[in-house]
């Protein structure tokens, strides 16, 4: 099975800051990661697919890097609805997610 | 409105079975892909197994901690996907979300919350 571990799992940050989450992979995993957001009581949201690939409608102060095991979500110039969870998901082989990353008003 | 709503969930002893259910709506269901994914209340998520379409072979996978327990069905006819829990252990404990997708999964259920307790 692949394991993947975000970092960090809080992050603490203000309007207008610009936040990077990292996910990295047990295994070389190319560059099948997609990134969601997750906000109480609604579906995640993917953001992001094929590591740097924007999802239609997605702001484009998102962003994604890496490829093999590590990946990066880029949030610039954070917007007040930009506070919410995000966690990686691996899809090279079957599927399996990273613990998330809780992203705070400073 | 795209949908997916899960139901079937509830509290059962350790050993006991219980049967999940996930009925979409204006998707295209036959096409799809279909997985459970649970979340631990408080921890990450974790996929529980998929189910491809019948035109992709109707292929069941499972996560190695459920493989020989529970076992995954569809009817395309009703838009509905199953998910028969057998000897369910106090580690299934957990939101079970139906998830429809092929590499990402851009639609989600809003869970059905199943607790494994003696």
């Known amino acids: 099975d692949i394991q993947m571990t975000q970092s960090p799992s809080t992050l603490s940050a203000s309007v207008g800051d610009r936040v990077t989450i990292t996910c990295r992979a047990s295994e070389t995993i190319s560059h099948w990661l997609a990134w969601y957001q997750l906000k109480p009581g609604k579906a995640p949201k993917v953001l992001i697919y094929q590591a740097s690939k924007l999802e239609s409608g997605v702001p484009s102060r998102f962003s994604g890097s890496g490829s093999g095991t590590e990946f990066t979500l880029t949030i610039n110039s954070l917007q007040p609805d930009d506070f919410a969870t995000y966690f990686c998901q691996q899809y090279e082989n079957y599927y399996s997610f990273g613990q998330g990353t809780k992203l705070e008003i400073k | 409105e795209v949908k997916l709503v899960e139901s079937g969930g509830g509290l059962v002893k350790p050993g006991e079975s219980l049967r999940l259910s996930c009925v979409a709506s204006e998707v295209s269901f036959a096409d799809a892909w279909m997985s459970w994914v649970r979340q631990v209340p408080g921890k990450g998520l974790e996929w529980v197994g998929r189910?491809?379409?019948?035109?992709?072979?109707?292929?069941?996978d499972y996560a190695a901690p459920v493989k020989g327990r529970f076992i995954l069905s569809r009817d395309d006819s009703t838009k509905t996907m199953f998910l028969q829990m057998n000897s369910l252990k106090t580690e299934d404990t957990a939101v079970y979300f139906c998830?429809?997708?092929?590499?990402?999964?851009?639609?989600w259920g809003q869970g059905t919350l199943v607790s494994v307790s003696s």
């Open positions: 998830v429809a997708g092929v590499l990402t999964f851009p639609l």
């Open positions: 189910i491809k379409s019948a035109s992709s072979g109707g292929t069941k």
